[in-house]
């Protein structure tokens, strides 16, 4: 019998699947993730490792997996992976792509109108008793309808929040690494470089993945060129943007605000400058966070695993092993 690894309780049928393929499973229960070594000693034993984002993956681990065929990331980013080397040891990764996008934009839009318009600063000031009376001047913010959002990356998400800013009657515009006309066309958006976009939108969304071709890729000179009034949103990944330089625009007043999903590190430390501005918003990595989609995320991982256990090709591969492990 095959051993399957869980690292975390997951939502769904997916430990459903993965015992009705035949395969024992191992839920780590803990409520934090397993530490480095129990990763290294559970995964000692197991054929299959079904991982999130917070489980580092990297050579060393790899190398004390001897019996690993597959490591399924329960997310679309697999910046937690090393896949190279996962595909020299012949060990397949695979991630969820297709099933998180919509869920994703719906936050990365939640963000972007919370921190316009003030939500959880009138939240919190409601609770702390601060609501005496309608006021014509108090929680006042920037109309999202009929602004210019830019969209840093095209893929799945980058293409749903574009969708959803329609119905907002914004001017969308998107930056992308690779052109892509014919998508633009489709969507109504206009393609631009970085730098148009960060000089002409109110609010900057960003949907790349993170890795050295993007990391800060939101530096001093990106937040210059910003609109002193304009909100940053990121649902993308932490190192995406250079945190410091961020801290260093709202100090200035660089820029208007931002609302963050993911930060470096996660979870940010309490003592992080970032919490001390009012036009911050920070969530804790939720991008993906409905009932329905997380359950789809750990039923489409499982898939993955019952596929490369059965001694075929994963449907989502993120690598690709020349000389994949067998039984
Ligand atoms: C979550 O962050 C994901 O990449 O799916």
Known sequence: MSYVFVTRRVPGRAVELLRE???GVDVWDGEMPPGSDILRERL???DAALTLVTDPVGPDLLAAAPRLRVVANMAVGYDNIDADAAAAAGVWATNTPGVLHETTADLAFALLLAA?????????DTRDGGWRTWSPTAFLGHDPFGATLGIVGLGEIGRAVARRARGFGMTVL??????????????GV???SLTELLERSDFVTLHVPYGPETEHLMGPAEFAAMKETAILVNTARGGVVDQDALVEALRTG???GAALDVTVPEPLPLDHPLYEFPNVVITPHIGSGSHATR????EMAAENIIAVLAGEEPPNPVNRPPNPRSA
């Not at 316009?116 to 919190?124: E, F, I, K, P, W």
């Not at 998107?174 to 969507?187: F, I």
């Open 254 to 256: 660089a820029i208007g």
């Open 295 to 298: 359950a789809r995320m750990a």
């Open 116 to 124: 316009a318009r003030n939500v959880v600063l009138g939240d919190r």
């Open 21 to 23: 393929a035949g395969h």
């Open 44 to 46: 000692l034993e197991a």
């Open 190 to 192: 206009e393609g631009v």
């Open 174 to 187: 998107a930056a992308t690494r690779t052109p892509r006309p014919g998508v633009e066309r489709e969507l």
